[in-house]
């Protein structure tokens, strides 16, 4: 749990767990980051084909976005937290070259949480709920 910033109190899941999904070494991983690399490749095509403007929108998991906080506030929050964050940031910068090298169009959603987070609004649940709520939206 975090609650070293009250208004931001919140619950993250098991980060082992997410790290599974993340783990770049993990040949299953690789293969699934190709896939997604290649539908939205597909998309992109399909869409230009008719004159239909694509665009990708990133949105992190729920600790990426409070990833800036806890490290303020609690700096010696769960180790395994920042390595998930710091894996999730792999991750994005493999996208983010995916892009830019295929002239896929992109939005990171980041920079918006913060400010969310900076307005004092939180944008997730205080559960484990790594969804956005309605002011995340």
Same mark, same amino acid.
Request: avoid cysteine; proline fraction near 6%; charged fraction near 25%.
């Given at each position: ?8 109190r919140t619950v993250f899941?098991d980060p082992t767990r ?57 700096? %010696? ?8 964050v710091n894996m999730e ?10 892009? %830019? %090298? ?36």
């Amino acid at each position: 749990m975090f609650d070293s910033v009250p208004q931001f109190r919140t619950v993250f899941r098991d980060p082992t767990r997410d790290m599974l999904a993340l783990n770049v070494k993990d040949a299953r991983i690789r293969e699934g980051l190709r896939i997604t690399q290649a539908v939205i490749s597909s998309f992109k095509e399909s869409l230009g084909k008719k004159n239909i403007n694509f665009l990708v929108v990133m949105i992190h998991n729920k600790p990426y976005a409070y990833s800036k906080m806890v490290r303020n506030f609690d700096p %010696d929050f769960e180790p395994a937290f920042f390595e998930l964050v710091n894996m999730e940031q792999q991750v994005t910068r493999l996208f983010v070259e995916y892009f %830019d %090298d295929n002239a896929i169009s992109y939005i990171d959603a980041h920079p918006f949480m913060q400010s969310r987070f900076s307005q004092g609004i939180p944008p997730y649940t205080m559960s484990d709920d790594h969804h956005l709520n309605s002011a995340g939206v």
